[in-house]
């Protein structure tokens, strides 16, 4: 409920009805942007409107406000607006409105250039004839015809075997693009439409490639003979990652998933709720006589895997999660009850709040960062299994103990295909450490948030080999050019020449390939050195394949969504090309600036995807706070009734103690950032002529970490700012994997749904929705950007945090937080995770959070509906949305039900549309595009012709090998992705 939980107290508002009456003199009217409705107060017109919960109220610029009442205070949103006398606006100031407004009945009266612009609560609606600027769809609503979910790619490039095919994903167009390969040029041959978001591409043979699509939960077979095609798609798990195969003849495929999501039928939502059970799947399919279901799905105890290897004998499988951990975990609050390590205050002395403390396991203790031993506090064990072996022939996963120690974050293995020595590319957080900022009197990960690492994994042993070992790290120095020079950022995929001598590696982060004679890495006896490095000017290499002896690299650019090629023998760049790319240019100019170590720190180790990866969470905790940072006032705007509590000021503490990371996504429309909303985005700023969000401005105010956290000598420039700003903005949640597909809810989803809008479970006075906004249409999915006042065990203030990843937070349990009922008798079980719920992580399950004392549930099953609507949470992006089906005249009636369902979602109209349905593929020999004009009318790729039922549509998939495979994409998708690619307004067909 709750992003915190609470022990406050209360003030009781009237319930009243809010009119606003605005009156001005002749002039133009305000232009601004807002993320919700917005209702002016205009200079040319007068007009009287009923505002209600969600609603904006701008007090214009250079206005002043006075209360003739002799009232204590005006709150409007939480914010006091009057105090004694007047408040004078600097500046353009917005309001949100919601119920349970004000402390009385009062007017107030607004003053600008000489005018009175009264402003009158509780009085009926009186329409006088004056036009009000109609609502607008609120920007996170409104996708235009591009939704950017930043899916990380792994595995984008493969070659045929025969060696005259390169195949690369091209994830923002949802293609899979075929080059003839002729020396060192490279000609386009086909472009095939597969899912959304492919993120890996690995081939079976020179007439057959599999595609892993991440945001459609797919994959896409393609058949490469002929004209190629997608022969058939597979339904698997959530948001899967990458792909290979392996066993005899390279029989299976083994594809990592995330163990959830609609299609995988042995998946419960109970499991979830249940301690000791893996997150991670391995599905295995029979690659040689394909059928829908898999041969098995593989559970392995760690969370959302990613990088597959195979051995060079083929017979064993290497699978790593993604986000590994590394051993650390929070104490609570309660527990550490601040005894903590210095300093204890600011450096004016104002005390720090009471926090928790982040420790890491040693090898037998659980310690902080000055070695005091909390080992009593933690009720669990982080085995932290990292690279799993899987039998290739059985399908099964190995007896062996799974390796630990590796990183963590991973992000691609490869094998020597000579020594069998595996490779792991990875990142490895140094979260223990607290603080940023440059005292040197005190810790700061300043600079050095993480080691960019390669983990050579040798006969068992587990050999983590620093990349940059070159650098010293200075807190508050810089790093001389020739030494930035030498550094690797985020490594990702490897490769290792035909003889096993040297190793290739992608640097993301510094936009290079590098290279390493293998003996010298394994040995860790090698010397960061640009004469074994080559950058790429595409920028953001993110995967690497070569020819049969090596000759030549391909590497995908995924800054410019291209392929550069480098002749091995010099390490020169022969040749480039770009894929055809949909993505807006505030997508393409602000991406560098989340990866690019090189530009957005001084010594190029480390940018904010080290832990934003992808833009999203690295499932970690921080504590960033800045020893040499200052109190400053909490501005932001406060649920009424959670902000006149006594026991102090309203204020942010520089030390704010442990911190998960927050995602990126769906930032857009949310109004204030960080947990505390300590960017609190009220310096609004305009921009191409329209006031920018209050996102938009908080995020800006991120800025100053380049410095103090990334370690660059000055921040980014205000355009660069803006770059990266305008490109955060588009970064959208993806699907809910727990929701159905049909966007319904299960009894006990629905009770809980029920139960959150109109039960007063907190504290007996307050609904979830009452500080939770959840209003859909208005594009608020858990917060309207509001801040509440805490209490009790936790000592800070917080914004209202929303709801939509939860599900994605699961995997520790027997936690130390207050309420927590798992009950092991004080045994010590094995988890996958060292931080859950709330701000710092430290409550064990959403169980235990309503359990506190605060929420009054009368029984369990009230917990348990509630805990299951927080994983089935609403999006605005809708659970259909990637979902695809392939039919061809022999599976028809098949697939009709699957279809009928697509079909349906695409048909839900208002301001939530769900998806829009495409069909694209093979029909009469020719590639083709449709887009479906609910109920079940098909508009072709081509202008001429007329448009096709649903029945006509099918009928012509007779033909055999035809297929039409149909892609749920967002809404505004759907004609550039079915029949208008470059949006030039001539139909693909037309161009042909």
């Given at each position: 409920?709750?992003?915190?939980?609470?022990?406050?107290?209360f003030?009781?508002?009237?319930?009243?009805?809010?009119?606003?009456?605005?009156?001005?003199?002749?002039?133009?009217?305000?232009?601004t942007?807002?993320?919700?409705?917005?209702?002016?107060?205009?200079?040319?017109?007068?007009?009287?409107?009923?505002?209600?919960?969600?609603?904006?109220?701008?007090?214009?610029?250079?206005?002043?406000?006075?209360?003739?009442?002799?009232?204590?205070?005006?709150?409007?949103?939480?914010?006091?607006?009057?105090?004694?006398?007047?408040?004078?606006?600097?500046?353009?100031?917005?309001?949100?409105?919601?119920?349970?407004?004000?402390?009385?009945?009062?007017?107030?009266?607004?003053?600008?250039?000489?005018?009175?612009?009264?402003?009158?609560?509780?009085?009926p609606?009186?329409?006088?004839?004056?036009d009000?600027?109609?609502?607008?769809?609120?920007?996170?609503?409104?996708?235009?015809?591009?939704?950017?979910?930043?899916?990380?790619?792994?595995?984008?490039?493969?070659?045929?075997?025969?060696?005259?095919?390169?195949?690369?994903?091209?994830?923002p167009?949802?293609?899979?693009?075929?080059?003839?390969?002729?020396g060192?040029?490279l000609?386009?041959?086909?472009?095939?439409?597969?899912?959304?978001?492919?993120?890996?591409?690995?081939?079976?043979?020179?007439?057959?490639?599999?595609?892993?699509?991440?945001?459609s939960?797919?994959?896409?077979?393609?058949?490469?003979?002929?004209?190629?095609?997608?022969?058939?798609?597979?339904?698997?798990?959530?948001?899967?990652?990458?792909?290979?195969?392996a066993?005899?003849?390279?029989?299976?495929?083994?594809?990592?998933?995330?163990?959830?999501?609609?299609?995988?039928?042995?998946?419960?939502?109970?499991?979830?709720?249940?301690?000791?059970?893996?997150?991670?799947?391995?599905w295995?399919?029979?690659?040689?006589?394909?059928?829908?279901?898999?041969?098995?799905?593989?559970?392995?105890?760690?969370?959302?895997?990613?990088?597959?290897?195979v051995?060079?004998?083929?017979?064993?499988?290497?699978?790593?999660?993604?986000?590994?951990?590394?051993?650390?975990?929070?104490?609570?609050?309660?527990?550490?009850?601040?005894?903590?390590?210095?300093?204890?205050?600011?450096?004016?002395?104002?005390?720090?709040?009471?926090?928790?403390?982040?420790?890491?396991?040693?090898?037998?203790?659980?310690?902080?960062?000055?070695?005091?031993?909390?080992?009593?506090?933690?009720?669990?064990?982080?085995?932290?299994?990292?690279?799993?072996?899987?039998?290739?022939?059985?399908?099964?996963?190995?007896?062996?103990?799974?390796?630990?120690?590796?990183?963590?974050?991973?992000?691609?293995?490869?094998?020597?295909?000579?020594s069998?020595?595996?490779?792991?590319?990875?990142?490895?957080?140094?979260?223990?450490?607290?603080?940023?900022?440059?005292?040197?009197?005190?810790?700061?990960?300043?600079?050095?948030?993480?080691?960019?690492?390669?983990?050579?994994?040798?006969?068992?042993?587990?050999?983590?080999?620093?990349?940059?070992?070159?650098?010293?790290f200075?807190?508050?120095g810089?790093t001389?050019?020739?030494?930035?020079?030498?550094?690797?950022?985020?490594?990702?995929?490897?490769?290792?020449?035909?003889?096993?001598?040297?190793l290739?590696?992608?640097?993301?982060?510094?936009?290079?390939i590098?290279?390493?004679d293998?003996?010298?890495?394994?040995?860790?006896?090698?010397?960061?050195d640009?004469?074994?490095?080559?950058?790429?000017?595409?920028?953001?290499?993110?995967?690497?394949?070569?020819?049969?002896?090596?000759?030549?690299?391909?590497?995908?650019?995924r800054f410019?969504?291209?392929?550069?090629?480098?002749?091995?023998?010099?390490h020169?760049?022969?040749?480039?090309?770009?894929?055809?790319?949909?993505?807006?240019?505030?997508?393409?100019?602000?991406?560098?600036?989340?990866?690019?170590?090189?530009?957005?720190?001084?010594?190029?180790?480390?940018?904010?995807?080290?832990?934003?990866?992808?833009?999203?969470?690295?499932?970690?905790?921080?504590?960033?706070?800045?020893?040499?940072?200052?109190?400053?006032?909490?501005?932001n705007?406060?649920?009424?009734?959670?902000?006149?509590?006594?026991?102090?000021?309203?204020?942010?503490?520089?030390?704010?103690?442990?911190?998960?990371?927050q995602?990126?996504?769906?930032?857009?429309?949310?109004?204030?950032?960080?947990?505390?909303?300590?960017?609190?985005?009220?310096?609004?700023?305009?921009?191409?002529g329209?006031?920018?969000s209050?996102?938009?401005?908080?995020?800006?105010?991120?800025?100053?970490?380049?410095?103090g956290?990334?370690?660059?000598?000055?921040?980014?420039?205000?355009?660069?700012?803006?770059?990266?700003?305008?490109?955060?903005?588009?970064?959208?949640?993806?699907?809910?994997?727990?929701?159905?597909?049909?966007?319904?809810?299960?009894?006990?989803?629905?009770?809980?749904?029920?139960?959150?809008?109109?039960?007063?479970?907190?504290?007996?006075?307050?609904?979830c929705?009452?500080?939770?906004?959840?209003?859909?249409?208005?594009?608020?999915?858990?917060?309207?950007?509001r801040?509440?006042?805490?209490?009790?065990?936790?000592?800070?203030?917080?914004?209202?945090?929303?709801?939509?990843n939860?599900?994605?937070?699961?995997?520790?349990?027997?936690?130390?937080?207050?309420?927590?009922?798992?009950?092991?008798?004080?045994?010590?079980p094995?988890?996958?995770?060292?931080?859950?719920f709330?701000?710092?992580?430290?409550?064990?399950?959403?169980?235990?959070?309503?359990?506190?004392s605060?929420?009054?549930?009368?029984?369990?099953?009230?917990?348990?509906?509630?805990?299951?609507?927080?994983?089935?949470?609403?999006?605005?992006?809708?659970?259909?949305?990637?979902?695809?089906?392939?039919?061809?005249?022999?599976?028809?009636?098949?697939?009709?039900?699957?279809l009928?369902?697509?079909?349906?979602?695409?048909?839900?109209?208002?301001?939530l549309?769900?998806?829009?349905?495409i069909?694209?593929?093979?029909?009469?020999?020719?590639?083709r595009?449709?887009?479906l004009?609910?109920?079940?009318?098909?508009?072709?790729?081509?202008?001429?012709?007329?448009?096709?039922?649903?029945?006509?549509?099918?009928s012509?998939?007779?033909?055999?090998?035809?297929?039409?495979?149909?892609?749920?994409?967002?809404?505004?998708?759907?004609?550039?992705?079915?029949?208008?690619?470059?949006?030039?307004?001539?139909?693909?067909?037309?161009?042909?």
């Open positions: 409920m709750k992003g915190v939980l609470m022990y406050r107290w003030v009781a508002l009237a319930i009243l009805v809010v009119t606003i009456v605005a009156c001005s003199n002749s002039g133009d009217s305000d232009q942007n807002n993320d919700n409705d917005e209702f002016r107060l205009p200079e040319q017109y007068c007009t009287e409107v009923t505002l209600s919960q969600g609603d904006i109220l701008n007090i214009p610029q250079g206005a002043s406000l006075s209360v003739p009442n002799a009232l204590d205070e005006i709150q409007v949103g939480g914010l006091f607006i009057w105090r004694e006398n007047s408040f004078q606006q600097t500046e353009n100031f917005f309001i949100p409105l919601t119920a349970n407004e004000f402390t009385g009945q009062a007017s107030i009266q607004v003053v600008q250039n000489d005018v009175i612009i009264p402003l009158v609560f509780d009085i609606l009186v329409s006088n004839g004056c009000l600027e109609p609502p607008r769809k609120p920007s996170n609503l409104d996708f235009g015809d591009y939704v950017n979910f930043e899916s990380g790619q792994v595995r984008p490039l493969a070659i045929t075997p025969a060696g005259d095919r390169l195949l690369a994903v091209n994830t167009d949802a293609k899979l693009e075929i080059f003839a390969i002729d060192v040029q000609q386009l041959t086909a472009s095939v439409a597969v899912g959304l978001d492919p993120v890996a591409v690995a081939v079976r043979n020179d007439s057959e490639a599999w595609v892993v699509n991440h945001i939960d797919s994959i896409s077979i393609v058949d490469l003979t002929g004209e190629p095609r997608v022969l058939r798609t597979l339904q698997v798990g959530d948001e899967p990652r990458d792909i290979v195969f066993g005899d003849n390279n029989s299976r495929a083994f594809i990592s998933t995330a163990r959830r999501g609609q299609n995988n039928s042995e998946f419960d939502e109970s499991e979830l709720t249940t301690p000791g059970l893996g997150r991670a799947d391995i295995v399919f029979d690659a040689e006589t394909v059928t829908d279901e898999p041969l098995n799905i593989l559970t392995l105890f760690a969370d959302t895997p990613r990088a597959l290897a051995s060079a004998d083929q017979k064993t499988v290497y699978a790593a999660p993604f986000m590994s951990g590394n051993q650390t975990t929070v104490i609570d609050q309660l527990i550490v009850d601040n005894d903590k390590p210095a300093p204890l205050t600011s450096l004016d002395g104002t005390e720090q709040p009471d926090t928790g403390l982040i420790v890491k396991y040693n090898g037998s203790r659980w310690i902080d960062e000055e070695g005091t031993d909390w080992s009593s506090a933690v009720n669990f064990n982080l085995p932290d299994y990292d690279v799993f072996s899987i039998d290739a022939n059985t399908a099964t996963q190995s007896s062996s103990v799974p390796l630990t120690g590796v990183g963590t974050t991973l992000f691609n293995m490869t094998v020597n295909p000579v069998g020595v595996l490779y792991v590319s990875n990142t490895e957080a140094r979260n223990q450490v607290r603080f940023e900022g440059m005292l040197t009197d005190f810790s700061s990960v300043r600079g050095h948030i993480a080691e960019n690492r390669i983990t050579v994994i040798k006969n068992d042993q587990v050999m983590p080999i620093h990349l940059n070992k070159h650098l010293l200075s807190q508050t810089t001389e050019a020739a030494e930035k020079a030498k550094t690797l950022s985020q490594p990702m995929e490897m490769l290792v020449t035909p003889d096993g001598s040297r290739y590696v992608v640097a993301f982060g510094s936009n290079k590098a290279w390493f293998t003996k010298a890495l394994e040995g860790n006896s090698f010397q960061p640009v004469n074994n490095q080559l950058v790429l000017p595409g920028g953001g290499p993110s995967g690497l394949v070569s020819n049969d002896d090596a000759s030549l690299l391909y590497v995908m650019t410019n969504n291209g392929i550069t090629i480098v002749r091995t023998s010099d020169t760049i022969v040749g480039e090309v770009t894929l055809f790319n949909p993505e807006p240019q505030s997508v393409v100019d602000g991406r560098p600036f989340l990866y690019d170590a090189s530009i957005t720190s001084d010594n190029g180790a480390n940018s904010c995807g080290s832990c934003h990866v992808f833009g999203d969470m690295d499932s970690l905790a921080w504590d960033l706070g800045d020893p040499g940072g200052e109190v400053i006032p909490d501005t705007p406060f649920i009424p009734g959670t902000k006149s509590i006594p026991g102090g000021p309203l204020e942010f503490h520089p030390l704010k103690g442990p911190m998960t990371t995602t990126l996504r769906g930032l857009d429309g949310h109004g204030s950032q960080h947990w505390r909303g300590d960017r609190t985005g009220q310096n609004r700023a305009m921009v191409n329209e006031l920018e209050v996102a938009a401005a908080a995020f800006k105010e991120f800025n100053p970490a380049f410095v956290l990334i370690g660059r000598s000055e921040q980014l420039s205000d355009s660069d700012m803006q770059l990266f700003t305008d490109f955060s903005m588009t970064i959208v949640q993806p699907p809910n994997p727990i929701r159905a597909l049909d966007n319904s809810l299960t009894q006990s989803q629905q009770n809980g749904r029920t139960n959150y809008f109109d039960s007063e479970l907190d504290s007996g006075i307050f609904t929705h009452d500080c939770h906004v959840l209003i859909p249409e208005k594009g608020f999915f858990g917060t309207d950007g801040s509440s006042k805490e209490g009790g065990r936790v000592s800070q203030n917080f914004k209202v945090p929303h709801e939509r939860l599900y994605q937070k699961v995997g520790m349990f027997n936690g130390t937080v207050e309420g927590d009922g798992d009950g092991n008798g004080g045994a010590k094995d988890q996958m995770r060292g931080f859950g709330l701000h710092d992580g430290s409550v064990d399950t959403l169980d235990s959070f309503f359990h506190s605060v929420f009054s549930f009368d029984s369990q099953s009230l917990i348990d509906d509630m805990v299951s609507f927080m994983f089935a949470f609403d999006n605005n992006i809708a659970p259909i949305v990637g979902q695809q089906v392939t039919v061809n005249g022999a599976n028809k009636a098949a697939k009709s039900v699957r009928t369902l697509l079909m349906e979602r695409a048909s839900v109209t208002g301001v549309e769900e998806c829009d349905l069909a694209r593929g093979i029909v009469n020999g020719e590639r595009g449709y887009l004009v609910p109920p079940s009318t098909f508009v072709p790729d081509k202008k001429s012709e007329s448009a096709l039922s649903y029945s006509d549509l099918l012509a998939l007779d033909t055999t090998g035809e297929a039409l495979t149909f892609t749920c994409v967002p809404p505004g998708s759907g004609n550039r992705m079915a029949l208008d690619r470059d949006r030039n307004s001539i139909y693909n067909r037309d161009e042909n």
